[in-house]
Nanobody
């Protein structure tokens, strides 16, 4: 099964940018559709965006559309989440996830990374 690891989280001022990376190991990332989620304290985990195995399809939640971009590089077994114009309400733990089904990825993905903290201060 695939192993996922996120990196790139940190502290950023509102209006700034961050780039998160999700690296896959044990199996090629191209086997899976990949998505990003986040969970803020006291809130449920929220779907943000997903990309299909060969980048022919992407989905974005309304909360991040136009600010966040998902980019995958199968040659590097990685998927990036580029986050621009960050807001304090974007503060959360960010997770990448993988699934063999693009539909199931958004609802109940099979594989999860351990998450990386993003904190946006005003």
């Amino acid at each position: 099964q695939v192993q996922l690891k996120e990196s790139g989280g940190g502290l950023v001022q509102a209006g700034g940018s961050l780039r998160l990376s999700c690296e896959a190991s044990e199996r090629p990332s191209s086997y899976y559709h990949i998505g990003w989620f986040r969970q803020a304290p006291g809130k449920e985990r929220e779907f943000l965006t997903s990309v299909s195995r060969y980048s022919d399809s992407t989905n974005y939640a309304d909360s991040v559309k136009g600010r966040f971009t998902i980019i995958r590089d199968n040659a590097k077994n990685s998927v990036l989440l580029v986050m621009n114009r960050l807001r304090p309400e974007d503060t959360a733990v960010y997770y990448c996830a993988a699934d063999g089904s693009f539909t199931n990825l958004e609802r109940r993905p099979d594989y999860w990374g351990q998450g990386t903290q993003v904190t946006v201060f005003s």
